[in-house]
């Protein structure tokens, strides 16, 4: 390896490195659903088996890696420190991540990008709110990332183990988020429509030889685990698909084609879609961010977006464009569902296209200022290209420190202050390690009580699911009625309705505590994003009365 790739390796791995670190130092930031993977690894650890309650196989996790590394980990370190656990994996994913910064950038050279345009690419995905954050919070993003880069690796740079490293990355994709096989076909096909006579010269005959046998290297890699999940829990579906599309409507075809028919017209009305959110902080959605950060990002992503069906583009561009469009329909008109970990992978593919779309204009103001009569305008190009990369990255840089503060606080006042007390009062109020909570904010309350959970929408709970389908979507407020919980922990602007009156919250339960945070985060001055700590700040703990009797109502006609 030349000094100078040996030099810029070291560099985008060591600034990698260092803004993930400075971030989880300084945030301490432990991601909620974390705990409600780590509940399992720890049961798998301690000898109970791969489940979240002991006794239930229910596969009440996502990610194979996000909870199998943890387990490892903890396992190792003789179950003695949940901090520590969760600094190794913080310290694996960072690790991962560095190692797919360097990967793309390699591949971005192959496609003999300006080195600015390298860099800016790089920069945007390192310092993207989202991916920084999921990548040191405890969750999987870190491998996400790695895998896809290795995957995009592989299409774009030709040479020895090609196919396999396609067919590592999506092996890789899979362990990571199962549903990365959308991601994966998604790629295929972009590949299979621009590149064949382009990367190695070869042509759409051996694109398919090469990704069908990438898909068998996939295949087998991923089956040791896909069999046993099915053994083990008698589905390879994890539970939280089902609990996640319960009582929705059936999947049909044929309006799955006539929304991606519309989709190019939704997405000019942005807050129906997911690009609005691809470029954005997470949660953005509940405020407190100013309107010009809205703006861009949705410009951006409408650019990325639409990169694809424009005249001239490089074959790399449209495979990333055509991918970014085609996720984003995805999370939009399939999932119909897009948190904030749900969008790292079409905004690194975003990314990707913004930085071929870039140097590609670079080049273009470079080709006008040698012609004669434009070298006036090609230089004012250049120049003002030039700005534009620094500000982008300027930007990227201090929402992610906005982000930063945001998430510093949220740690010390809702995860520490908040949900992990109520945790631990529960346990230590519970009358049996039976008791039955019910819930939407699974993950501390969930670990720290180690209690029975009966979440919404039931993504540790079979019974939940279970009940929900019997109900109804008509009726699938009367949980509580049906279930009867012993505990609930309610917010008072929770997003469920456990119960189809009020009155029955009055007579069948009585409240025992309140955890509040609200006089504590409105002193706080400067906190971007204040609206999404406000959410949390109010929890009330509610006990079943010993008296209580009441049943749920009769289904009305028709329903």
Same mark, same amino acid.
């Given at each position: 390896?030349?000094? $100078?790739?040996?030099?810029? *390796?070291?560099?985008?791995?060591?600034?990698v490195?260092?803004?993930?670190?400075?971030?989880?130092?300084?945030?301490?930031?432990?991601?909620?659903?974390?705990?409600?993977?780590?509940?399992?690894?720890?049961?798998?650890?301690?000898?109970?088996?791969?489940?979240y309650?002991?006794?239930?196989?229910?596969?009440?996790?996502t990610?194979?890696?996000?909870v199998?590394?943890?387990?490892? &980990?903890?396992?190792?370190?003789?179950n003695?420190?949940d $901090?520590?656990v969760?600094w190794?994996?913080?310290?694996t994913?960072?690790?991962?991540?560095a190692?797919?910064?360097v990967?793309?950038?390699?591949?971005?050279?192959?496609?003999?990008?300006?080195?600015?345009?390298?860099?800016?690419?790089?920069?945007?995905?390192a310092?993207?709110?989202?991916?920084?954050? &999921?990548?040191i919070?405890?969750?999987e993003?870190?491998?996400?990332?790695?895998?896809?880069?290795?995957?995009?690796?592989?299409?774009?740079?030709?040479?020895?183990?090609?196919?396999?490293?396609?067919?590592?990355?999506w092996? @890789?994709?899979?362990?990571?988020?199962p549903?990365s096989?959308?991601?994966?076909?998604?790629?295929g096909?972009?590949?299979l429509?621009?590149?064949?006579?382009r990367?190695?010269?070869?042509?759409?005959?051996?694109?398919i030889?090469?990704?069908?046998?990438a898909?068998?290297?996939?295949?087998?890699l991923?089956?040791?685990?896909?069999?046993?999940?099915?053994?083990?829990?008698?589905?390879?579906?994890?539970h939280?698909?089902?609990?996640?599309?319960?009582?929705?409507?059936? &999947?049909?075809?044929?309006?799955?084609?006539?929304?991606l028919?519309?989709?190019?017209?939704?997405l000019?009305t942005?807050?129906?879609?997911?690009?609005?959110?691809?470029?954005?902080?997470?949660?953005?959605?509940h405020?407190g961010?100013?309107?010009?950060?809205?703006v $861009?990002?949705?410009?951006?992503?409408?650019?990325a977006?639409?990169?694809?069906?424009?005249?001239?583009?490089?074959?790399a561009?449209?495979l990333f464009?055509?991918?970014?469009?085609?996720?984003?329909?995805?999370?939009?008109?399939?999932?119909?569902?897009?948190?904030?970990?749900?969008?790292?992978?079409?905004?690194?593919? @975003?990314?990707?296209?913004?930085g071929?779309?870039?140097?590609?204009?670079l080049s273009?103001a470079?080709?006008?200022?040698?012609s004669?009569?434009?070298?006036?305008?090609?230089?004012?190009?250049?120049?003002?290209?030039?700005?534009?990369g620094?500000?982008l990255?300027?930007?990227?840089?201090?929402v992610?420190?906005?982000?930063?503060?945001q998430?510093?606080?949220?740690?010390?006042?809702?995860?520490?202050?908040?949900?992990?007390?109520? @945790?631990?009062?529960?346990?230590?109020?519970?009358? *049996?390690?039976?008791?039955?909570?019910?819930?939407?904010?699974?993950?501390y309350?969930?670990?720290?009580?180690?209690l029975?959970?009966?979440?919404?929408?039931?993504?540790?709970?079979?019974?939940?699911?279970?009940?929900?389908?019997?109900?109804g979507?008509?009726r699938?407020n009367?949980?509580g009625?049906?279930?009867?919980?012993?505990?609930l922990?309610?917010?008072?602007?929770?997003?469920f309705?456990?119960f189809?009156?009020?009155k029955?919250?009055q007579?069948?339960?009585?409240?025992?505590?309140?955890?509040?945070?609200?006089?504590?985060?409105?002193a706080?001055?400067?906190?971007?994003?204040?609206?999404?700590?406000?959410?949390?700040?109010?929890?009330?703990?509610?006990?079943?009365k010993?008296?209580?009797?009441?049943?749920?109502?009769a289904?009305e006609?028709?329903?």
């Open positions: 390896m030349k000094l $100078a790739a040996i030099r810029s *390796t070291v560099l985008v791995a060591g600034a490195l260092l803004v993930g670190l400075v971030f989880a130092v300084f945030t301490q930031h432990a991601w909620e659903d974390y705990w409600i993977t780590f509940r399992v690894s720890r049961n798998l650890a301690t000898g109970h088996g791969l489940v309650t002991p006794g239930e196989r229910l596969h009440s996790f990610s194979p890696l996000g199998l590394l943890p387990a490892a &980990f903890c396992w190792l370190t003789g003695q420190s $901090a520590l969760l190794l994996f913080r310290l994913s960072l690790g991962f991540l190692a797919g910064m990967l793309l950038f390699q591949a971005l050279q192959s496609l003999q990008l300006q080195r600015v345009a390298c860099w800016l690419t790089v920069a945007l995905v310092l993207d709110a989202k991916i920084v954050d &999921f990548s919070n405890g969750m993003t870190g491998l996400l990332i790695f895998f896809l880069a290795l995957a995009i690796h592989g299409l774009l740079v030709a040479g020895p183990r090609q196919m396999l490293r396609i067919g590592v990355g092996a @890789g994709l899979m362990w990571t988020r549903d096989c959308v991601y994966i076909a998604i790629l096909v972009g590949a429509l621009f590149l064949p006579g990367t190695g010269g070869k042509s759409r005959v051996e694109w030889k090469m990704l069908f046998f898909g068998l290297v996939c295949a087998v991923y089956a040791g685990w896909f069999v046993w999940a099915w053994w083990y829990y008698g589905t390879p579906v994890p939280t698909i089902a609990a996640k599309g319960a009582n929705r409507p059936p &999947f049909l075809f044929d309006v799955l084609i006539a929304d028919v519309m989709f190019p017209v939704k000019l942005p807050f129906a879609t997911s690009l609005q959110f691809t470029f954005l902080p997470g949660y953005a959605d405020g961010w100013p309107t010009v950060l809205s $861009a990002s949705y410009t951006l992503g409408f650019l977006a639409f990169a694809w069906v424009l005249p001239g583009m490089r074959p561009t449209r464009s055509l991918s970014c469009f085609l996720g984003n329909f995805y999370l939009t008109a399939v999932l119909k569902y897009y948190p904030p970990w749900y969008l790292p992978t079409v905004a690194v593919l @975003g990314y990707l296209t913004l071929l779309l870039f140097d590609q204009a273009l470079e080709r006008l200022s040698q004669p009569g434009g070298g006036g305008w090609g230089r004012c190009l250049h120049g003002g290209l030039r700005m534009v620094i500000g990255v300027a930007g990227q840089l201090a992610t420190v906005c982000v930063a503060r998430l510093q606080l949220q740690q010390a006042l809702i995860e520490n202050g908040l949900r992990r007390p109520i @945790g631990l009062w529960l346990r230590a109020h519970a009358q *049996t390690p039976r008791d039955t909570v019910m819930l939407e904010p699974l993950g309350i969930g670990y720290y009580s180690g029975k959970m009966l979440d919404i929408p039931g993504l540790a709970s079979r019974e939940v699911v279970q009940t929900r389908k019997r109900l979507p008509y699938e009367q949980i009625l049906e279930l009867k919980p012993d505990w922990v309610l917010r008072p602007c929770d997003l309705e456990p189809p009156e009020s029955y919250l007579e069948l339960y009585e409240p025992v505590k309140v955890f509040d945070a609200s006089d504590k985060i409105k706080i001055h400067w906190l971007p994003g204040r609206p999404y700590l406000q959410f949390d700040q109010l929890f009330i703990v509610y006990h079943r010993p008296e209580a009797t009441a049943e749920p109502p289904p006609s028709g329903k």
